[in-house]
């Protein structure tokens, strides 16, 4: 059981987000924020007190699984979707039936469970704002480039130089446990010396008296399982592709060049296939590197005796042999072979027709492949089933294999292994820092620092703080707003209900905002809520700073009693503690519209909610659709994962006026282009968002 | 009964002129029967352990108990070996997950298991829980931080338990076993069990400097 329980080990460079499954229309999950991934349907709503159809159940109904607790989201939609050119108004065909894809035009609402909104909503704190054009940028729409390469278990700077040489992993002694992802460390392992050497004279020279392995702190596992040990404690990746498994040394490809040319310089023999292969051992393994070597300078060599140059054999491999295939030398010799009747051709090079012929000894680069697993299977047979290990276990599994690098000493044909005994150390990925760019206007947005342990930036343009950030909450009025039903399940919604919550909006910016916000009538989907924002239009004050407040509310108190029964919505106006001031408190002579005498407390239309130093809190109003189908309605199949969830698209238009731009050739030019306000210019943003409020209960 | 804040240890006020900071975790209070003791003499135990139940509680040579670690007895007798460490918040003795404590078969001879076993040279990591009815902790393993071994489970010899594995009720592990991740296992081919004991009376050394005991209190 134990053996099957395998899982997956944390692969190094793989992310960690999760674009939702867009067939299930399920919810958008975002690591590292608060909101809850996507839970587990709820149990099936098969009620038989219920006399309409009962819904179909899906395998996910019949576990009953608790839901995880929901939180409120907002989700923003980047406008980098709308640039498509290839938007087609098709009607989403699959069995959500009523929903149509989003589309971008004003004209369309625009639909969070769309298959195609699923790319481009995000939270708040993924995106980015672009000075210059002043719009959002997501991190699908921004450019990115590479600052500096490291490596994320020393933090030391690799220069782009050696990326290209050597490879995006690190090349000094970090290493991942190839069991279980861990990272080595380096440990010094004392061997006992040898009592009987250690009186003679030769004990000083003996080296290795203490090696180094790697071992990880998790697993306990250890290179020596490996039979590998190092001399030195540092450059172990240098150290390591030297060794074999076992111990055994194997050469580098400079130190096979240069066994090499001293071979040749000896024999005198060149290149020519000719040896007494007859005499070589076909079995011996070579491991990849070596044949790989073997096999390209056989090639070369019949590619140069092919085209009749094999008197002078040793020049012509040393001289055309190199050259490769696309040389235009090789290509035309290359293409002879096959004009044979053409006439522009050398005649010499007709005269010797050029038979190549494949490799025939190991030294050339041939391998036989042994079909004999005898040796596994018995590895695998004979492993001592102890108690909870089996053979099953001793083998690696997928994801160990996938990380493991290919070992250039290993044979490719018969070094490849199979048991987790075998298996080497993981060199780490490098990681890197990357500087954010606007697609449109080439703007950098986003800039960290080039030293590797500051995670400061120098350029940091998010759209935190300069898109006010929604918050929700439920509102519940003591004395006004209905008890929810005995039986409600945590943190739904009950439906066909009105439910209300207060959106509060927090304006980072220095101006103060004018917000206009606009929702469809019903939400879209299967199941579509009702909506109304009691209060559509507002301003949010500035964020300016909190002792400029502190000291407006000490000359707001001295005339405490003539702001006590002012109830404007608009413009700030300090009163009481915190400058809170809610509109629908104690107005006992004005005439607000449908206020009732005896429910001053209750949220009104047109009015704000709450107003503070840089926040506006309104109030919106839904009923909730009930989620279970009666024969009448279109929908088919079971309830999706999270289609229960109450999502609102919402249209937000930021209205503020901003300091125009000093022109700084000439400073004067703005006063003289007769600006009115001293230099201001309006400006607005509008992005559609979309707010997650709860579940809806699967009652009634 | 409560306990008394612990005595100044030896005194570092070289550097500080003040008093040693006490701690601000509320007092630990003696509940539940005062169990039958046998301490050797040069076992540390700490003021604020807890020792509660029916049966004995043997605490072997050299072993340290640190504060407000449970040994509790109630299902049965509790040995602890030579050179263990029990650290804070393990509990030797827990009830099992539904608040049962178990009493254990009796072995071939008849007669009954203690509630918890532990070899020599085990160590029992912060918030560990080994549940009583026969549970053995073989000689050298290390009980990771947060583990939970389930009730009669036999742990072999220099065995690791990483943090927050559980072993199931009645379960056998084998010698030189490691469980990791979620449940899984391998075999530990370091062959350092005698540099893990070396290691272990240093550390256990450390620990009688720092830790006041007062084994009287339990006696």
């Known amino acids: 059981m134990f053996g099957n329980n395998r899982l997956p080990a944390f692969h190094p460079g793989l992310t960690q987000s ?60 980047c406008p980098c979707s709308e640039l498509n050119p290839y938007a087609k108004r098709t009607p989403d065909v699959t069995a959500q039936g009523l929903s149509r894809a989003a589309q971008d035009d004003d004209d369309h609402t625009f639909d969070p469970r769309a298959a195609r909104s699923n790319y481009s909503l995000y939270p708040l704190e993924y995106l980015s704002f672009c000075e210059d054009c002043h719009q959002i940028r997501c991190p699908r729409c921004v450019a990115e480039e590479i600052v500096c390469y490291y490596c994320p278990n020393c933090l030391f700077e690799v220069p782009s130089s050696n990326i290209r040489s050597e490879g995006n992993r690190c090349t000094r002694s970090c290493f991942q446990c190839p069991i279980c992802i861990g990272p080595l460390a380096v440990n010094h392992v004392e061997t006992p010396p040898d009592p009987n050497q250690l009186l003679s004279p030769d004990h000083a020279a003996s080296s290795h008296s203490g090696s180094y392995i790697l071992s990880c702190s998790y697993c306990n596992w250890s290179s020596t399982e490996i039979g590998i040990k190092f001399d030195k404690p540092n450059s172990i990746h ?34 020519s296939s000719s040896t007494a292969h007859g005499e ?80 025939l000894a190991p030294s050339e680069g041939l391998q036989l492949a042994s079909l004999d697993e005898t040796s596994a299977i018995t590895a695998l047979q004979d492993f001592e089933p102890i108690t909870g290990l089996d053979a099953y276990s001793s083998t690696a599994s997928t994801t160990q294999l996938q990380s493991q690098a290919p070992y250039l000493g290993a044979s490719p044909l018969h070094g490849l292994t199979r048991f987790t005994s075998s298996l080497r150390p993981i060199s780490y990925l ?25 995670t400061r930036f120098r350029i940091r343009l998010i759209a935190g703080n300069y898109i006010p950030t929604i918050t929700i909450k439920q509102l519940i009025i003591p004395g006004l707003t209905p008890p929810p039903m005995p039986n409600l399940p945590p943190d739904t919604i009950e439906p066909l209900k009105p439910a209300q919550f207060v959106l509060t909006f927090k304006n980072p910016i220095f101006e103060s905002v004018r917000v206009t916000l606009a929702t469809p009538a019903t939400t879209p989907g299967r199941f579509p809520s009702k909506v109304t924002i009691l209060c559509p239009q507002f301003e949010i004050d500035s964020n300016t700073d909190v002792w400029e407040e502190a000291l407006k509310d000490n000359n707001a108190t001295s005339s405490s009693s003539q702001s006590q029964n002012l109830s404007s919505s608009t ?74 969830v109450l999502e609102i698209p919402m249209f937000v238009r930021i209205e503020w006026e901003a300091e125009a731009p000093e022109d700084e050739i000439m400073p004067g030019l703005s006063s003289a282009k007769g600006n009115k306000d001293g230099g201001k210019e309006k400006r607005e943003l509008a992005y559609w968002c979309v707010l997650g409020l709860g579940r809806v209960a699967r009652t009634l | 009964m409560s306990s008394a804040t612990p005595s100044p240890g030896p005194s570092s006020s070289s550097a500080h002129g003040h008093h040693k900071r006490h701690s601000i975790l509320p007092a630990v209070s003696q509940s539940g029967p005062k169990p039958p003791v046998q301490f050797s003499s040069s076992c540390t135990i700490a003021d604020s352990a807890l020792l509660t139940g029916a049966h004995t509680i043997i605490v072997s040579t050299e072993s340290v108990i640190h504060p407000r670690a449970r040994l509790e007895s109630l299902g049965g007798r509790v040995t602890v070996g030579r050179r263990c460490i029990v650290h804070e918040r393990a509990c030797l003795g827990a009830a099992d997950l539904q608040g049962r404590y178990h009493k254990g078969s009796p072995d071939k001879e008849g007669r009954s298991m203690g509630a918890v076993t532990l070899g020599d040279y085990v160590t029992v990591e912060v918030g560990a829980q080994v549940e009583s009815g026969g549970t053995v902790i073989g000689e050298g393993t290390t009980v990771g931080i947060g583990t939970r071994v389930g009730a009669g489970a036999v742990v072999g010899k220099h065995c690791t338990l990483t943090a927050n594995s559980t072993v199931a009720a009645g379960e056998a592990i084998p010698d030189y076993t490691v469980i990791y991740s979620n449940g899984l296992r391998r075999v530990d081919r370091r062959g350092v069990s005698d540099l893990k004991n070396k290691a272990q009376a240093r550390q256990i050394d450390v620990l009688r400097r720092m830790i006041p005991s007062n084994p009287a209190k339990f006696q």
């Open chain 1, 280 to 359: 070589e051992d076909l079995d011996t393994l070579l491991d990849m590197e070596t044949q790989f070597a073997n096999l390209k300078s056989f090639y070369q060599n019949q590619l140069s005796d092919a085209n009749g140059t094999g008197k002078a054999g040793g020049d012509a491999s040393a001289a055309l042999g190199n050259l490769g295939f696309d040389a235009p030398a090789s290509l035309s010799r290359i293409m002879s072979l096959y004009t044979g009747s053409s006439s522009l051709h050398d005649k010499k090079s007709k005269s010797r027709p050029g038979t190549m012929r494949e490799a």
């Open chain 1, 430 to 454: 490098l990681r890197t820092k990357r500087s954010k760019r606007c697609p449109q206007c080439r703007h950098i947005i986003s800039k960290p620092e080039s030293k590797v342990t500051t």
């Open chain 1, 18 to 77: 999760r674009i939702r499954d867009t067939t299930t229309g399920s919810r958008l999950w975002f690591p590292g924020l608060r909101s809850a991934p996507p839970s587990e349907s709820s149990p099936s709503d098969s009620d038989p007190a219920n006399d309409q159809l009962p819904l179909p159940i899906t395998p996910e109904d019949l576990y009953d699984t608790p839901m995880a607790p929901f939180n409120p989201y907002t989700y923003i939609r």
């Open chain 1, 238 to 271: 240098m150290q390591l592709a030297k060794l074999r498994n076992g111990g055994e040394t194997r050469l580098t490809a400079k130190e096979r060049k240069e066994r090499r040319k001293e071979q040749a310089s000896q024999g005198g023999g060149g290149g």
């Open chain 1, 571 to 644: 413009g700030p106006e300090g009163s009481g503690p915190g400058g809170r001031k809610r509109a629908g408190t104690l107005r006992p002579g004005t005439a607000g519209g449908a206020s009732l005498a005896g429910e001053e407390l209750g949220p009104e239309v047109g009015k704000v909610w709450e107003r503070g130093r840089n926040w506006t809190s309104i109030v919106i109003e839904v009923i909730p659709a009930s989620l279970v189908q009666t024969a009448k309605r279109d929908g088919r199949g079971p309830i999706k994962e999270d289609e229960d």
